[in-house]
Structure formats: structure tokens, C-alpha cells
């Protein structure tokens, strides 16, 4: 029964030696059953109200380090394309002991340092290469620029006899000072160039000449495998003055251009090319041999960091806990740790026995000589029920439906749970939306293929090195995918989907071989008396009579109506027992005030209102029919919707046909006026009962309390009454406490009338909404419905139909083809989670709204969770 309300919850206190605790701690990690009190389970998460005793900030610290000592690692290994080495019974067999972290200190820092200080020797190396490149490549350039080898036009060659002679020749008339020709080559990133031309261009008033060409060069800060590359120019400017020169410089330099010597003369350039490529591949070899080593140490890394990575993981996790846990004073200077803990009551005993094998570890199988930990049931009279952690006891099939109701909120403690009864309704309202046998049989299939291999799968699962969580919330769900395909199959039999399915293709075969050489159409096809004859001896044993599907538009109509009224039924009988779990909420909590002034009124107004449009549907389909004679054949059958609104607006009814009855039943008037007014009389409850009754009771504890304080004449004498004073303040056999009597005291009544007056409205206009919204259930089975006779009719039926020969079969194949993927991709997939999620809608808040305020808060236990390749 822990499944229908939440597992007992018992207030522990454990009391630690400081020297066996790391190992306790450990055990119950493993255990999963302790929930710490006011301390988050996780580091940095937060301690909920706990404090720091520091005592173990130092090993915190450590941890911390070393995490990001592994993380550095793994993010190398990852660069090298290194697989890591998992192993599945991890969890099991390297279990932490308190040394391990030392340990792990010693093992992890030597890898580490080592691939650190040959990760900055070989980025120095890779920069230096980079710029010994870039220098190459500039030469190379401005060796075929200055030779001719890239001049379309006339060849400018570099010499001083020719270039500087011409220049000297041409501006010795204009000035007397000796004229200088200066250049620069480098290297500018393509983005900056257009706004270096312009500055150029103001500082020497146009007398540069600059070219450029388009390289590309690895990147410098990128990891040293990648084969990333940047795109950048390689320019030659050429100037004229000794003045602009240094102007120039620092213009480069703003820039971010890397500047390189370039030889005036040829043989220097070719000299300087061949130096440099030398001086490339000594440093290719150098770079090579130093990567094979970073492999080498890493590959061994690599071995064992999975292992270390989770233990570091569950030892961090441990001394997080140690540092907010409480000393306990005056006894031996701190070595004893104390901490409250909700503990579920069935699991005391295992909790006290990984407390004692923490014992056994730390002592080696002395424990004798060690503190045996104590665990204390703690006993608060100001606890409240609400403070207490919500836990239920789950399963791999419940699992899932529950997941379902904590996406919506939290049960309470000791709340009742709506999973049990989800388990039922879920996938029967799923159903209801959803009926189809094929498509029923689709989704089973996959539920029970992902059933079948369950293990295989979660062993897939954990394995992978990144979760898909699209897959992830599949998998979860797959108890629940089974039984929404099963309970699809159930409502597509009392659908007779089978059978109509059966009509159609019996009708489109029957028509081939009456006539060849008639083509007919799809609603002479399903109005041809022929076929209905045929098919009209077919038998069936339960559901929906299929002959409806040869009565053409009538099929829609009578299919409608069914379905409609079929929607309005289970509304109001899921909303009914939705208020009988609400009643047994009130009787389980003691809270009578609540059950004979919210409950009752409420149950009253849904059961006199709706409850009474359900029995009319009833009696309809049981007295009305077409072969009953008058006045209860088909012709005199009245309209529910119009008899509903009438009594609603008090008006009388419709005249009926001639030969009918104005009442469905004797003294029908008189009911509906009778269940009109309860429900009427329950509205000024629901509003105003709670507030009035608070308010009586308030006067009622006053009166009492001033006779209580004239009868006495001391303080003393008053404390003491009033610590011992329990009050009958009500004859009706309600006896309240003192405790009680403060609570009603303290009660804003205010705020009561508002709560009292949204809660009527709520209560009045939802049982209207909320059954109005059942109505989904008729609406998604019609577009079901009709979307699967579109793409019978449309898409495979021309296929059976054709008159082509043999051409057929081939037609056949395509047309199947092309139709199946239309059904998996429409009508199973997106109209299933069209449905789920409506389906969903109607549990959250059309049923649970009646009993669930999901406003409670998880058992979070301190768990180590089960190792997976992610982490």
C-alpha cells in the first residue's frame, strides 16, 4: 500500500566518530535511504539552511583540484582522439576508502604535470612554427613579386643600380635632399585590411604603392591536432621618406601586422627561404616526437581515469556532507559529527547496518576498538506533517506513470498519489483518442520490443558517451507506450475497427468483380445496397454495429453522437472519483471542517447537476430506440443537450412530436427542480462556510479564554491553565487542543473569505469547464478516425481499385509504401503524442485538481548514482 500514499518518514539523528565517518558516509551513499537534513546532497549546491564546521574545507580543496587536474586530462585525451576504458563494475569494485584520496593525489599529479610542461614547451614550439611559416610564406611572396613571377605588367625589378637610380634621377629637379625608398612586408588578417589601406592612404597622402595576396595559416590557439586554418594577407608597401617610416611602424602595430625582414637583395631572400624551411622541418620532427609522447602518457591515462573520475566524484560528494554536518560539543574537542536525517521507516534497520560495516572498514574488522555511530529517532511536536519528505516505494512499472505525476508536482506526505489509478485511466482515456487496431498494434509492438530487450538496452544506454534524451524519455516511458498500444487495440475492437476496416475492403473487392468496367466513386461505393446486403449477415459480438459505415453521412452523425455522450460519461464519473480520493484526503487528515463544508457542498453540485446529464444519456439509449414502439421509438427520442439547458435556465420543455411525451419519465420536473436547487443551495456553502465557521470559533476560544483569566488572579496560576487547558469549543463533538485552538486563532479570516470565494468560483464554473473539456476525447477519435479514412480512400484504395492488369502489383507496392509512411509519421506518431498530451491535460487538471495539490517536497536521499560512460 506505500504505493497508494507515501512511505512513513522517521526524524533520525546520527552521531558520528570523526575517524569512521568517511566510510559510513559511504555506505549509506551506497544505501540510498538517508535523506541529510537542511544539507544538499551536492557540492555547491546549496545546504538549505545547514552551516559549514570547516573541519574538512582542507580535503574539499584538494578535491577540487584534483577534479580539475582529471578534467584537464580527460579534455586532452578527447584532443588525441583517445578512447576511454570504462568499466561497468566500477560502482562495485572500487568501493572509496578515506586514503584514496592521497592516493589519488600521488597517481594523478604525474601525468598531469607531465602533459602540462610538454604542452607549454610544445605550444612555444607550434607559435615559433606558426611565425616561421607566416615568415615563409611572406618571402616566398615578395621574392615573386620582386622578381616579376606574379606581375602581369611590366616587371619592376629590385635593384639598387636600376630602382634607386631612376627615383634619385626623377626627384633630384624638385628637391636638394637625398631621396630614401622604404618597404614593409608582413602579414594583416583580411577584416583589417580595408581600414589599414585608408589610413595608409591619410598619412602619406596617397604616395604608397601596396600589394597584397590571400594566404592561409594554421591558427595558433587552437588544439594541436586540429587542422584549423585563418585566412589572412600577405602585403608588400612600399613608401617613400625616412620621416613616414617610423609613422608607418606604429601604424602597423595598431593594426595587429606582423612585420618581417625581407632581404633587398635576391640570393639574401633565397638564402633566408631555405634557412627557414630547414629550420621547419627540425621543428616538425621535434613537435612530432613530443605529440607521440603526450600520446603515450595519455593513452596510460586514459586506462584508469574513468575509475578515478568516479571515485573522486563519491569522495567529494562524502566530505561535502562531512563539512555541514554539526559537531557535537564538549566531547573531545569535535571529533563527534552530529546530523538530523529523514530516514523511511521500513529502512531503519538497513541504515543501521551500513553504519556498522562503515565501522568495520574503518577499524579493519575491529570494532571494538571504534565509536559505534548512533542513530537516534528524533520526537518534535512543532514538526509538521509538510515538512516531511515524500517517498514512494517504485518499481520499473510504476516508475514511469509516476513520473508522470511528479512532472506535474510533488505529492504531500501521506497525500494520496494519483499513480495507481493513472496506471488505469491513463491509458484508457489515451485509448479512447487513440482506437485503432493497427495503429493500436504499432505502438504495443514497440512498447514490447523495447520490454523484451529492456537490459540489453539499458546496458546500451549506459554505455553511450552522449544521452539522447528524446531516447531517454521513450525508454522511461515504455511500460507506459505498451499498455496505451494494448488499451488502443480494446477501444479499436469496441469501435469495430476491424470490421469497418473488413467493410471497405470487402466493398472495394466486391466492386471489381460486379463490374469491370465500372469505375465507382467513394460514395456510390459505400451507399450501393448490393454491399450492404452482403455484408449486412456478418456477425459481431461486441461494439459498434459496423453496418453503420454502409449508411454513408449517417456513419459521421450516429458515430458523433455516440462518442460525444460516451466522452461526457467518463468526464464526470474520472471528476467523481476524483472527489471520493479528495474525501478520503479529509477523513485520513482528520480534517472534518474541510469535508462537511468544501467536500460535500462541491460533491453535491456535480453529482445533482452532471451526474443527473449521465443518467439521462442512460435512460435514452436504454428506452429510446427504433424499434420500441411509441412513445418511445427513435422519432420521440428528445435532445439531451436542449432537456440540460432548460432545467438549467428553469425553463419548461420543448413540444415534442405528435404521439410523444412531454417528460421522458414521470415526475421529471420535480426532480430536476429539486437537484437545481441542492445544487444551488451548495454555492453559498462553498462560499461562505469555512469563513463563518472559522469566525464562530474564534468568538467561541475568546469567550473562553477572558472567563478563563477572570476565574484566576495570579500569572502563575494563568501559565499553567493555559499549558494544560484543552477546550471543547463545540457541542457537535469536535474537540480542539490548545495547539489547534492557536491555529484557529492565528487564522487571517480575511484571507479566508478570499481562498473560500476563488475556490467557489473554481469549484462552480470547473465542474462546467472540466466536463466541457472531456469533450477532447470525442474530438481527437473523429480526427483520428477521419484522417485514417483519408488515407485509406485517398491513398492505398486507388491501389486495390485500379483496373491496370498487372501494372497493379507494382502500383500496389508504391502506394503501400508511400501510405505506411504516412500513417507511422501521422497517425501514429504525431497523433499519439497529439494524444498523450491531451490525455495528460485531463489527469493534471480535470482530475487531479479534485484531490492532489502536488505541493510537497521528493525524498532526496544521498545516493551515489549508478556509473554511466556520460559520467
Known amino acids: 500500500?506505500?504505493?497508494?500514499?507515501?512511505?512513513?518518514?522517521?526524524?533520525?539523528?546520527?552521531?558520528?566518530?570523526?575517524?569512521?565517518?568517511?566510510?559510513?558516509?559511504?555506505?549509506?551513499?551506497?544505501?540510498?535511504?538517508?535523506?541529510?537534513?537542511?544539507?544538499?546532497?551536492?557540492?555547491?549546491?546549496?545546504?538549505?539552511?545547514?552551516?559549514?564546521?570547516?573541519?574538512?574545507?582542507?580535503?574539499?580543496?584538494?578535491?577540487?583540484?584534483?577534479?580539475?587536474?582529471?578534467?584537464?586530462?580527460?579534455?586532452?585525451?578527447q584532443a588525441f582522439n583517445i578512447n576511454l576504458v570504462f568499466y561497468p563494475d566500477v560502482d562495485a569494485e572500487e568501493i572509496p576508502k578515506a586514503t584514496d584520496l592521497k592516493d589519488l593525489e600521488a597517481i594523478v599529479e604525474q601525468p598531469f604535470e607531465n602533459v602540462m610542461n610538454m604542452e607549454q614547451n610544445t605550444g612555444s614550439l607550434r607559435k615559433q612554427r606558426n611565425l616561421l611559416h607566416e615568415q615563409l610564406e611572406v618571402l616566398k611572396v615578395a621574392n615573386q613579386f620582386l622578381s616579376g613571377g606574379q606581375n602581369?605588367?611590366?616587371?619592376?625589378?629590385?635593384?639598387?643600380?636600376?630602382?634607386?637610380?631612376?627615383?634619385?634621377?626623377?626627384?633630384?629637379?624638385?628637391?636638394?635632399?637625398?631621396?630614401?625608398?622604404?618597404?614593409?612586408?608582413?602579414?594583416?588578417?583580411?577584416?583589417?585590411?580595408?581600414?589599414?589601406?585608408?589610413?595608409?592612404?591619410?598619412?602619406?597622402?596617397?604616395?604608397?604603392?601596396?600589394?597584397?595576396?590571400?594566404?592561409?595559416?594554421?591558427?595558433?590557439?587552437?588544439?594541436?591536432?586540429?587542422?584549423?586554418?585563418?585566412?589572412?594577407?600577405?602585403?608588400?608597401?612600399?613608401?617613400?621618406?625616412?620621416?613616414?617610416?617610423?609613422?608607418?611602424?606604429?601604424?602597423?602595430?595598431?593594426?595587429?601586422?606582423?612585420?618581417?625582414?625581407?632581404?633587398?637583395?635576391?640570393?639574401?631572400?633565397?638564402?633566408?627561404?631555405?634557412?627557414?624551411?630547414?629550420?621547419?622541418?627540425?621543428?616538425?620532427?621535434?613537435?612530432?616526437?613530443?605529440?607521440?609522447?603526450?600520446?603515450?602518457?595519455?593513452?596510460?591515462?586514459?586506462?584508469?581515469?574513468?575509475?578515478?573520475?568516479?571515485?573522486?566524484?563519491?569522495?567529494?560528494?562524502?566530505?561535502?556532507?562531512?563539512?555541514?554536518?554539526?559537531?557535537?560539543?564538549?566531547?573531545?574537542?569535535?571529533?563527534?559529527?552530529?546530523?538530523?536525517?529523514?530516514?523511511?521507516?521500513?529502512?531503519?534497520?538497513?541504515?543501521?547496518?551500513?553504519?556498522?560495516?562503515?565501522?568495520?572498514?574503518?577499524?579493519?574488522?575491529?570494532?571494538?576498538?571504534?565509536?559505534?555511530?548512533?542513530?537516534?529517532?528524533?520526537?518534535?511536536?512543532?514538526?509538521?506533517?509538510?515538512?516531511?519528505?515524500?517517498?514512494?516505494?517504485?518499481?520499473?512499472?510504476?516508475?514511469?506513470?509516476?513520473?508522470?505525476?511528479?512532472?506535474?508536482?510533488?505529492?504531500?506526505?501521506?497525500?494520496?498519489?494519483?499513480a495507481p489509478y493513472t496506471i488505469v485511466t491513463f491509458p484508457f482515456l489515451f485509448a479512447v483518442m487513440f482506437g485503432d487496431i493497427g495503429h493500436g498494434l504499432i505502438m504495443f509492438l514497440f512498447g514490447l520490443w523495447m520490454l523484451l530487450y529492456e537490459k540489453s538496452l539499458e546496458e546500451k544506454q549506459r554505455l553511450a558517451r552522449t544521452s539522447s534524451e528524446i531516447w531517454n524519455i521513450l525508454f522511461a516511458g515504455r511500460y507506459i507506450i505498451a499498455l496505451m498500444g494494448a488499451f488502443s487495440i480494446y477501444t479499436g475492437i469496441i469501435y469495430n475497427d476491424c470490421f469497418s476496416k473488413s467493410f471497405n475492403l470487402f466493398g472495394s473487392a466486391w466492386s471489381i468483380s460486379y463490374n469491370q468496367s465500372t469505375v465507382m466513386s467513394s460514395h456510390e461505393l459505400q451507399l450501393d445496397p448490393a454491399r450492404v446486403d452482403n455484408f449486412r449477415g456478418t456477425p459481431y459480438i461486441m461494439g459498434f454495429d459496423p453496418i453503420w459505415k454502409a449508411s454513408g453521412e449517417n456513419a459521421i452523425t450516429t458515430s458523433n453522437s455516440f462518442k460525444m455522450k460516451l466522452a461526457v460519461i467518463l468526464g464526470v464519473f474520472q471528476m467523481t472519483f476524483g472527489l471520493i480520493l479528495s474525501a478520503l484526503n479529509h477523513i485520513y487528515r482528520r480534517d472534518f471542517v474541510d469535508l462537511l463544508l468544501v467536500f460535500i457542498p462541491q460533491f453535491l453540485f456535480l453529482l445533482c447537476i452532471f451526474a443527473y446529464l449521465v443518467f439521462l444519456i442512460f435512460f435514452k439509449w436504454s428506452n429510446y430506440g427504433g424499434h420500441f414502439e411509441q412513445p418511445y421509438n427513435s422519432a420521440c427520442a428528445p435532445s439531451?443537450?436542449?432537456?440540460?439547458?432548460?432545467?438549467?435556465?428553469?425553463?419548461?420543455?420543448?413540444?415534442?412530436?405528435?404521439?410523444?411525451?412531454?417528460?421522458?419519465?414521470?415526475?421529471?420536473?420535480?426532480?430536476?427542480?429539486?437537484?437545481?436547487?441542492?445544487?444551488?443551495?451548495?454555492?453559498?456553502?462553498?462560499?461562505?462556510?469555512?469563513?463563518?465557521?472559522?469566525?464562530?470559533?474564534?468568538?467561541?476560544?475568546?469567550?473562553?479564554?477572558?472567563?478563563?483569566?477572570?476565574?484566576?488572579?495570579?500569572?502563575?496560576?494563568?501559565?499553567?491553565?493555559?499549558?494544560?487547558?484543552?477546550?471543547?469549543?463545540?457541542?457537535?463533538?469536535?474537540?480542539?487542543?490548545?495547539?489547534?485552538?492557536?491555529?484557529?486563532?492565528?487564522?487571517?479570516?480575511?484571507?479566508?473569505?478570499?481562498?473560500?470565494?476563488?475556490?467557489?468560483?473554481?469549484?462552480?464554473?470547473?465542474?462546467?469547464?472540466?466536463?466541457?473539456?472531456?469533450?477532447?476525447?470525442?474530438?481527437?477519435?473523429?480526427?483520428?478516425?477521419?484522417?485514417?479514412?483519408?488515407?485509406?480512400?485517398?491513398?492505398?484504395?486507388?491501389?486495390?481499385?485500379?483496373?491496370?492488369?498487372y501494372m497493379n502489383s507494382l502500383l500496389l507496392v508504391v502506394v503501400f509504401g508511400f501510405w505506411a509512411i504516412l500513417t507511422l509519421a501521422i497517425l501514429v506518431v504525431m497523433e499519439g503524442l497529439s494524444a498523450f498530451l491531451h490525455t495528460l491535460r485531463l489527469h493534471w487538471v480535470e482530475f487531479q485538481s479534485k484531490f492532489y495539490s502536488g505541493s510537497g517536497e521528493a525524498f532526496a536521499p544521498f545516493q551515489f548514482k549508478r556509473s554511466t560512460m556520460a559520467g
Open 1 to 77: 500500500m506505500a504505493f497508494f500514499r507515501s512511505e512513513s518518514m522517521t526524524l533520525c539523528q546520527i552521531i558520528l566518530h570523526s575517524e569512521s565517518a568517511f566510510n559510513c558516509l559511504i555506505e549509506l551513499g551506497y544505501l540510498g535511504q538517508v535523506q541529510f537534513r537542511n544539507i544538499s546532497n551536492e557540492p555547491g549546491g546549496g545546504g538549505g539552511g545547514g552551516t559549514n564546521n570547516n573541519q574538512y574545507i582542507t580535503e574539499i580543496r584538494r578535491c577540487h583540484e584534483l577534479q580539475r587536474m582529471i578534467n584537464y586530462l580527460e579534455k586532452e585525451i
Open 152 to 418: 602581369n605588367e611590366a616587371v619592376m625589378a629590385w635593384t639598387d643600380s636600376v630602382i634607386m637610380q631612376l627615383i634619385h634621377d626623377e626627384l633630384r629637379p624638385m628637391t636638394k635632399e637625398h631621396i630614401h625608398l622604404s618597404f614593409f612586408a608582413g602579414t594583416i588578417p583580411m577584416e583589417r585590411f580595408h581600414a589599414f589601406e585608408v589610413m595608409l592612404w591619410r598619412i602619406t597622402m596617397g604616395n604608397f604603392l601596396l600589394k597584397h595576396f590571400q594566404v592561409e595559416f594554421p591558427q595558433n590557439d587552437v588544439a594541436r591536432l586540429s587542422a584549423a586554418s585563418v585566412k589572412k594577407f600577405v602585403f608588400m608597401l612600399f613608401f617613400v621618406g625616412r620621416g613616414l617610416k617610423a609613422q608607418v611602424a606604429k601604424v602597423c602595430q595598431g593594426f595587429g601586422i606582423k612585420l618581417f625582414q625581407c632581404p633587398e637583395a635576391a640570393k639574401e631572400r633565397q638564402q633566408e627561404i631555405m634557412q627557414i624551411s630547414e629550420d621547419l622541418l627540425d621543428l616538425d620532427k621535434i613537435l612530432q616526437q613530443s605529440q607521440s609522447e603526450q600520446y603515450r602518457i595519455l593513452l596510460i591515462a586514459a586506462a584508469d581515469l574513468y575509475i578515478w573520475k568516479i571515485k573522486l566524484k563519491k569522495i567529494l560528494m562524502v566530505y561535502h556532507i562531512l563539512n555541514r554536518m554539526g559537531r557535537v560539543r564538549h566531547l573531545h574537542l569535535g571529533k563527534y559529527l552530529q546530523a538530523e536525517c529523514w530516514i523511511p521507516t521500513k529502512h531503519m534497520e538497513s541504515v543501521r547496518r551500513a553504519l556498522a560495516r562503515g565501522v568495520r572498514r574503518s577499524s579493519q574488522d575491529n570494532s571494538s576498538s571504534m565509536f559505534m555511530p548512533l542513530l537516534n529517532v528524533v520526537h518534535k511536536r512543532s514538526l509538521a506533517s509538510k515538512e516531511k519528505p515524500t517517498y514512494f516505494s517504485l518499481n520499473r512499472f510504476t516508475r514511469g506513470f509516476q513520473n508522470l505525476i511528479d512532472a506535474y508536482g510533488i505529492a504531500e506526505y501521506q497525500e494520496l498519489n494519483p
Open 640 to 805: 439531451i443537450l436542449i432537456i440540460f439547458i432548460n432545467m438549467l435556465l428553469m425553463k419548461g420543455p420543448e413540444m415534442p412530436p405528435e404521439g410523444c411525451e412531454i417528460w421522458m419519465f414521470e415526475y421529471q420536473d420535480v426532480i430536476q427542480m429539486l437537484l437545481l436547487g441542492i445544487a444551488l443551495f451548495c454555492v453559498p456553502i462553498l462560499l461562505a462556510g469555512k469563513p463563518i465557521w472559522f469566525m464562530l470559533q474564534q468568538r467561541k476560544i475568546r469567550k473562553i479564554k477572558n472567563e478563563a483569566i477572570r476565574r484566576t488572579r495570579t500569572r502563575d496560576n494563568i501559565s499553567s491553565i493555559r499549558k494544560s487547558l484543552i477546550y471543547n469549543v463545540d457541542g457537535s463533538g469536535f474537540v480542539l487542543s490548545s495547539r489547534k485552538s492557536l491555529e484557529i486563532e492565528k487564522q487571517d479570516v480575511s484571507e479566508l473569505w478570499i481562498h473560500s470565494g476563488i475556490h467557489c468560483i473554481e469549484s462552480v464554473l470547473g465542474a462546467v469547464s472540466h466536463t466541457a473539456s472531456y469533450l477532447r476525447l470525442w474530438a481527437l477519435s473523429l480526427a483520428h478516425d477521419q484522417l485514417s479514412s483519408v488515407l485509406w480512400n485517398m491513398v492505398l484504395k486507388i491501389a486495390l481499385t485500379g483496373r491496370w492488369g
